[in-house]
T-cell receptor, first 114, second 111 residues
Framework: GAGVSQSPRYKVAKRGQDVALRCDPI?????LFWYQQALGQGPEFLTY????????KSGLPSDRFFAERPEGSVSTLKIQRTQQEDSAVYLC????????????FGPGTRLTVT | SQQGEEDPQALSIQEGENATMNCSYK?????LQWYRQNSGRGLVHLIL?????REKHSGRLRVTLDTSKKSSSLLITASRAADTASYFC???????????FGTGTSLTVIP
């Protein structure tokens, strides 16, 4: 069946631009996570949704980062006024159940801020 | 910040040898998971071990967990070139929803 998909796969933004990254989780999955992965590092937690509720956003690095999942399926991560330090791969993962169980990851969006 | 630390950072072995990598973490956990990441397939879940389990097997993978030492190990037996990838441990918390990945071990299996 279809896995987690993300779009775009690559995004180049000029510093100061706003970007929106999309995640389509596996159908029926309750949990959705966003992570940021810098080169050579492990993924860093950004935020967690259970259905449409954003239960944890403690990992968002600044108020320029905003995530939503209005209907409990597709999610969007928005970054306003991008900075060079935002350059990273943004990963989305979904999980069938609520809580910290097996996650299925998308291919990621590589964001480069110039 | 990263919750877990993997050791070693990099490991190079011959095909057919066993590979062992270790993970240490900081807080109490519900479970610990291992993931593999390579450029071809992205991040893929390998195995989950619950905090009340000490050892778990899946195919050529063997995972141990020592909650008193806050550490885990992943053993890959009879390695293959296709096992070449980065391996991450990830901890699922007892409370809250933050899910922490370690820094990763880069494994190279030489044919």
């Amino acid at each position: 069946g279809a896995g987690v998909s993300q779009s775009p796969r690559y995004k180049v933004a000029k510093r100061g631009q706003d970007v929106a990254l999309r995640c389509d989780p596996i159908s029926g999955h309750v949990s959705l996570f966003w992570y940021q992965q810098a080169l050579g590092q492990g993924p860093e937690f950004l935020t967690y949704f259970q259905n449409e509720a954003q239960l944890d956003k403690s990992g968002l690095p600044s108020d320029r980062f905003f995530a939503e999942r209005p209907e409990g399926s597709v999610s969007t991560l928005k970054i306003q006024r991008t900075q060079q330090e935002d350059s990273a791969v943004y990963l989305c993962a979904s999980s069938l159940h609520a809580g910290p169980y097996e996650q299925y990851f998308g291919p990621g969006t590589r964001l480069t801020v110039t | 910040s990263q919750q877990g630390e993997e050791d070693p950072q990099a490991l190079s072995i011959q095909e057919g040898e066993n590979a062992t990598m270790n993970c240490s973490y900081k807080t109490s956990i519900n479970n610990l998971q291992w993931y593999r990441q390579n450029s071809g397939r992205g991040l893929v879940h390998l195995i989950l071990i619950r905090s009340n389990e000490r050892e778990k097997h899946s195919g050529r993978l063997r995972v141990t967990l020592d909650t008193s030492k806050k550490s885990s190990s992943l053993l890959i037996t009879a390695s293959r070139a296709a096992d070449t990838a980065s391996y991450f441990c990830a901890t699922g918390p007892n409370t809250g929803n933050q899910f922490y990945f370690g820094t990763g071990t880069s494994l190279t299996v030489i044919p």
